[in-house]
């Protein structure tokens, strides 16, 4: 019997042992983030980099920070003295978001390979389909790079997620949502989605009123989002989000397959639930 009790006392003790080690590893991966700084990795989109680089210069705080180029990323990534902000398209599919470009930040490491094989990562936001242009994307890079900003605090006081999806504002029930959505016609999975409508609670408008409610970091609405591919194919994936202008909190998140027969957007449930609050 004493045998028993002892190998079970070991076995706690090695449980949580490696419990700590995991934490103490995960706690040291980040924990020099305010001290180093973090390299905006420039895309080649003229309009998303002008984007970033209004936003950052805008939002970040949480440390020093930079811009460079892919080339300069390139040669950098194998130092653990920086940390990086890169736009990652699908080839990187450890989630399976494929289509789905993430605006993702993580920490440099010797072990990195090519792309962004080996690095850290810290924390994620699905950002925009693959195939798009960016331009009515570039509205919601500032909501973006300051939704990352408060999950990497998040993180760094509470020392776990690392590596996580952004958190989506707690679990507030859609029924407790004071403000209409306004959600783009273009960000529609089809033209019937328009049917789940009933009272005011929704509004169906077009890209540029969504991103002027963004810049103008309107009051008196929330905001849908859609990251998707232009044309899905078998196995991509759509992310519809909700999100409040002038908090930046998202308030709501959802992950579906796509195809050319269930096209990206906000589908007719969802608008149903939006509208019936």
């Known amino acids: 019997m004493k045998k028993y009790i002892l190998a079970a006392v070991c076995s706690l003790f090695c449980v949580a042992l490696c419990a700590q080690i995991k934490l103490e590893t995960k706690k040291y991966m980040v924990s020099d983030l305010y001290e180093k700084p973090m390299e905006i990795v420039l895309t080649g989109n003229v309009q998303l980099d002008s984007a970033l ?3 950052v210069q805008d939002v970040w705080y949480i440390s020093s920070f930079e811009f460079c180029t892919r080339e300069q990323f390139e040669k950098r990534k194998t130092s653990d003295e920086f940390f990086f902000m890169v736009l990652v398209d699908s080839t990187y599919t450890e989630e399976n978001l494929r289509g789905i470009s993430r605006l993702t930040v993580f920490k440099g490491s010797p072990k990195a390979g090519s792309g962004i094989k080996g690095l850290n990562r810290i924390a994620y936001v699905p950002f925009m389909g693959t195939d798009r242009d960016g331009v009515r994307e570039s509205a919601f890079v500032p909501a973006f790079v300051d939704v990352l900003q408060k999950h990497i605090s998040f993180i760094l006081s509470r020392e776990f997620n690392i590596g996580s999806c952004v958190r ?4 507030d029930a859609i029924g407790k949502w004071t403000k209409p959505v306004m959600i783009s016609r273009n960000d529609l999975a089809d033209a019937s989605v328009q049917g789940g409508m009933t009272g005011d609670n929704v509004i169906i408008t077009d890209d540029g009123h969504l991103a002027k409610a963004m810049t103008d970091r309107a009051g008196d609405c929330l905001v849908g989002y859609m990251a ?3 044309s899905p194919g078998e196995k991509s994936e759509c992310v519809t989000m909700v999100i409040d202008p002038q908090t930046n909190e998202i308030y709501y998140m959802n992950r579906r397959g796509a195809n050319a027969l269930n096209p990206c957007g ?3 449930s969802e608008i149903k639930n939006f509208s019936n609050r």
Do not use: D, E, H, Q
């Open 53 to 55: 680089r209004g936003s």
């Open 168 to 171: 989506v504002n707690a679990p």
């Open 228 to 230: 998707g591919p232009l």
């Open 266 to 268: 906000f589908t007719y």
